[in-house]
């Protein structure tokens, strides 16, 4: 089959419709409140020196255990706090949505190309059908 388009046109037409996806458009939207969530981000800064501190002080000779103890304490809260915050959530719904969008596109792709289904297992009990016959 003969197409009237190049490869590079064609993908340039795919990323435009990606760009009208309403997963696209939510991760977009997620990222936006992500970039001015300043709560989020002091929480996130010191969660990253807290590590960072602790990696330093385990990394000496003699290591004080009472300030790695503490240490890991604040460790544990900020990351609690981090993934229970609102903004968090969404920026990691929103990008599981459209990482399985863009997996199915290029499943689809590979398909095209190889002529398999590269979520086939070969287990017809996993599948939704694909028409081979095992």
């Keep these: 089959m003969e197409n009237k388009y190049t490869a590079q046109e064609l993908a340039a037409m795919l990323g435009l419709t990606l760009k009208d996806d309403p997963r696209y458009i939510a991760l977009e939207a997620a990222q936006k409140k992500y970039e001015t969530a300043a709560s989020l981000h002091t929480a996130m800064t010191e969660y990253n020196v807290q590590q960072q501190a602790y990696a330093q002080e385990e ?67 996993t599948c939704g059908g694909c028409g081979h016959s095992h």
């Design 59 to 125: 990394a000496k000779d003699a290591p004080d255990t009472l300030l790695m103890a503490s240490l890991q304490r604040r460790i544990e809260e900020l990351y609690n706090i981090i993934i229970a915050d609102p903004v968090f959530i969404e920026l990691n719904q929103a990008q599981e949505e459209f990482n399985a969008l863009m997996e199915e596109v290029n499943n689809i792709l590979m398909h095209n190309l190889t002529g398999q289904d590269p979520s086939c297992t070969h287990d017809c009990s």
